[in-house]
């Protein structure tokens, strides 16, 4: 056969290996042609069968990535979609009805597309490796698992737990496979040829799940299941601004999880689903992702030592993060007593993330607490993540840049101080770049790499790179007070408080929020992020005028800074807000107007004064740094979807009643 994106080989004992090495890309994904040249692979093997079949990956970094969202995206009508959801049903079915063994290999990423292919073979075995990751994450993008997962996941499973890999999108290690009963063996990808081998000789039976797993994907149970699953998705999504995981438990429950058998004008449907401009908002900003994704690449030394200076709530939770994506860490506080929480917060992370004891403990070994701060002179880059104080900061940078190597990386992680009122002091200011992270380390994506006005191309580059190498997601920014996402954000959370000093309730103020789409109201987030850090950055960005937040500055005083000290705007039990039920029957949507339009207005003004480069990354920085709507594709999204004039005409009414800190910046008028 004349193969371009596979390859098959027949072995001395009759056993077919299958590789899949796409062409021209780095990664395997599926396109049209991917997928006709299996159907016809599938095809040739049906006929001349050999003894049993395994299926691989000839890439290192994965098995595969799911569908090819280039070809995806271009596609222009509802009818075109289904052709192509039709094309992959077809190719998989005869993949899944070929009469010999098929045994899928995996290592890396398995996502998507390439889960339904391992699903479509009888058996599948997984490295056993930290970087293996098998999901269905589908609904991330306002789509439905399409290619047959939601059809062969449930009974290989269990409902329950499928669905719960479906309407997260979460991915799962070789490990987690194999006890859920995805995987049916886990082991290490050097003896994945034995272990075809010994697999194939003697296949065992396909794997049935337990009793109690395999109840909820019978008939009769499928309706209580669902409306449980329908419950819990609707604490976290409404069906309006997420209609994906909705139609996910439509498709299982109703359709036999097969694309094929939904009506066209049916809400689940793959056309209602592709015409939903929640769909095409995620679909946008998972292109964004890869944009950014490929912002740190280059021929760049990596980091191989860091120091970091400061191990509190942000400096340390960096620190650790860096030791646990293999990176030697230093770290400095001015005593044992303030770096031991920032390990033991470290430890826990590794034990969660990592799970195997002798991947933990080489983790926390790259975790050094350095009292005397030996680690400068040793480090590629230093981050200073010290107190919001541009005085104490200067005074720091006077002191170590001398003891720093040549060609070492000087890095702030200030919130809101532009970079060139830390600058003066140093020699090399061309050497010193903001990396601004977000609370929790962990979790938050997104990094700004802050120019400053000295520094060098070079310097940025380094510091995207690091952000790649480190797995987050740099946003190159110029350095003015709050960057982006801190300056958009916190006209958002000054509106609320002042709402709040009116007397309207907290509560009513988060809930106006979530029902915009934002995933938490800004009384809320203000608790979590501290108080104390809502007055610092707030000082620093208020415009002149804007009143002074007076039930803010009350907390402050009483040294109420919200969750930390468990008592802010709310009342903090376990980790969690203590609020009145319901808002009763107030209309939230002028509050969250009033509540979004500073923010919007802010970010037209970043545009204009190029904060950012263009408008697409304005909207993923201030998606991944703050959370705001996804599903509305950011605030530069966000005006087109309602229309500018509409929103002027609302800031124009909101400035009469309120003043002048809704005045329209001039940037309106370019958009």
């Given at each position: 056969m004349d193969l371009k994106h596979w390859k098959l080989e027949i072995d001395a004992q009759n056993l077919a290996?299958?590789?899949?090495?796409?062409?021209?890309?780095?990664?395997?994904?599926?396109?049209?042609?991917?997928?006709?040249?299996?159907?016809?692979?599938?095809?040739?093997?049906?006929?001349?069968?050999?003894?049993?079949?395994?299926?691989?990956?000839?890439?290192?970094?994965?098995?595969?990535?799911?569908?090819?969202?280039?070809?995806?995206?271009?596609?222009?009508?509802?009818?075109?979609?289904?052709?192509?959801?039709?094309?992959?049903?077809?190719?998989?079915?005869?993949?899944?009805?070929?009469?010999?063994?098929?045994?899928?290999?995996?290592?890396?990423?398995?996502?998507?597309?390439?889960?339904?292919?391992?699903?479509?073979?009888?058996?599948?075995?997984?490295?056993?490796?930290?970087?293996?990751?098998?999901?269905?994450?589908?609904?991330?993008?306002?789509?439905?698992?399409?290619?047959?997962?939601?059809?062969?996941?449930?009974?290989?499973?269990?409902?329950?737990?499928?669905?719960?890999?479906?309407?997260?999108?979460?991915?799962?290690?070789?490990?987690?496979?194999?006890?859920?009963?995805?995987?049916?063996?886990?082991?290490?990808?050097?003896?994945?040829?034995?272990?075809?081998?010994l697999f194939l000789a003697s296949p065992p039976p396909p794997h049935r799940p337990r009793f109690a797993a395999a109840v909820t994907d019978w008939p009769l149970v499928r309706s209580l299941v669902a409306s449980m699953s329908r419950k819990k998705v609707a604490e976290k999504a409404r069906q309006d601004h997420y209609p994906a995981p909705y139609a996910i438990i439509d498709l299982w429950k109703d359709f036999g999880g097969d694309v094929r058998n939904i009506p066209l004008e049916h809400p689940a449907s793959m056309a209602s689903l592709f015409a939903h401009p929640t769909t095409r908002n995620l679909i946008r900003l998972f292109k964004l992702q890869d944009r950014m994704k490929g912002l740190g690449k280059g021929d760049i030394e990596p980091i191989r030592h860091l120091h970091v200076i400061g191990a509190g709530a942000m400096g340390g939770d960096i620190a650790a993060?860096?030791?646990?994506?293999?990176?030697?860490?230093?770290?400095?506080?001015?005593?044992?007593?303030?770096?031991?929480?920032?390990?033991?917060?470290?430890?826990?992370?590794?034990?969660?993330?990592?799970?195997?004891?002798?991947?933990?403990?080489?983790?926390?070994?790259?975790?050094?607490?350095?009292?005397?701060?030996?680690?400068?002179?040793?480090?590629?880059?230093?981050?200073?993540?010290?107190?919001?104080?541009?005085?104490?900061?200067?005074?720091?940078?006077?002191?170590?840049?001398?003891?720093?190597?040549?060609?070492?990386?000087?890095?702030t992680n200030t919130s809101s101080i532009p970079l060139q009122e830390l600058s003066g002091v140093l020699e090399r200011p061309e050497r010193l770049v903001g990396l601004h992270f977000f609370n929790p380390v962990a979790q938050m994506m997104l990094v700004e790499i802050v120019e400053g006005p000295q520094t060098s191309p070079e310097v940025m580059q380094a510091g995207q790179a690091f952000a790649r190498q480190i797995d987050k997601l740099p946003l190159p920014c110029k350095s003015a007070p709050g960057f982006l996402v801190n300056r958009v954000l916190s006209p958002y959370l000054m509106e609320a408080m002042l709402m709040l000093d009116e007397g309207v309730p907290g509560e009513t103020i988060d809930a106006a929020a979530r029902d915009f789409g934002m995933p938490m109201g800004p009384i809320e987030l203000a608790d979590m992020v501290g108080l104390d850090i809502c007055w610092a950055v707030g000082q620093e960005l208020a415009k002149p005028g804007t009143p002074i937040p007076k039930k803010l500055q009350a907390n402050i005083e009483a040294k109420n800074l919200g969750k930390k000290t468990g008592k802010g705007f709310y009342t903090w039990v376990k980790g969690k807000p203590q609020k009145?039920?319901?808002?009763?029957?107030?209309?939230?949507?002028?509050?969250?107007?009033?509540?979004?339009?500073?923010?919007?207005?802010?970010?037209?003004?970043?545009?204009?004064?190029?904060?950012v480069t263009d408008a697409d990354l304005c909207d993923a920085g201030v998606i991944f740094g703050t959370g705001f709507a996804p599903h509305r594709g950011g605030p530069i999204s966000a005006i087109e979807e309602r229309g500018k004039e509409s929103w002027l005409k609302t800031m124009a009414e909101l400035r009469a009643k309120h003043g002048d800190r809704f005045v329209a910046d001039s940037g309106w008028d370019s958009l």
């Open positions: 290996w299958l590789w899949f090495d796409r062409a021209g890309t780095a990664t395997n994904t599926f396109s049209t042609e991917v997928l006709e040249e299996l159907g016809s692979i599938a095809d040739h093997l049906a006929a001349m069968p050999p003894k049993g079949l395994a299926i691989l990956s000839a890439k290192d970094n994965g098995f595969a990535a799911g569908a090819d969202i280039d070809e995806f995206t271009t596609i222009s009508s509802a009818e075109q979609a289904m052709a192509f959801t039709t094309l992959g049903n077809v190719v998989f079915d005869k993949v899944a009805a070929l009469p010999f063994p098929t045994l899928a290999m995996i290592h890396g990423f398995c996502m998507g597309g390439g889960t339904e292919l391992a699903l479509a073979c009888r058996y599948r075995i997984a490295d056993d490796g930290p970087k293996t990751r098998m999901a269905l994450p589908e609904v991330m993008i306002g789509i439905v698992p399409g290619w047959g997962g939601a059809k062969r996941m449930p009974p290989l499973i269990g409902a329950a737990n499928a669905l719960d890999l479906m309407l997260t999108g979460r991915g799962v290690d070789g490990r987690r496979a194999k006890k859920l009963g995805l995987v049916d063996d886990a082991t290490p990808r050097r003896h994945f040829a034995n272990a075809v081998r993060w860096a030791a646990f994506k293999g990176i030697t860490v230093t770290l400095q506080d001015l005593g044992p007593e303030r770096i031991s929480p920032a390990v033991q917060r470290a430890h826990a992370l590794y034990r969660k993330r990592l799970k195997q004891p002798h991947l933990v403990q080489a983790a926390f070994d790259r975790l050094i607490p350095d009292v005397k701060g030996d680690g400068v002179a040793k480090a590629d880059l230093v981050i200073e993540a010290i107190v919001e104080n541009a005085e104490i900061k200067r005074k720091l940078f006077a002191g170590i840049e001398p003891r720093m190597k040549a060609g070492a990386i000087l890095a009145a039920s319901g808002s009763g029957s107030v209309d939230l949507k002028p509050i969250a107007d009033r509540l979004v339009l500073p923010a919007l207005n802010e970010a037209v003004a970043c545009l204009r004064e190029k904060i």
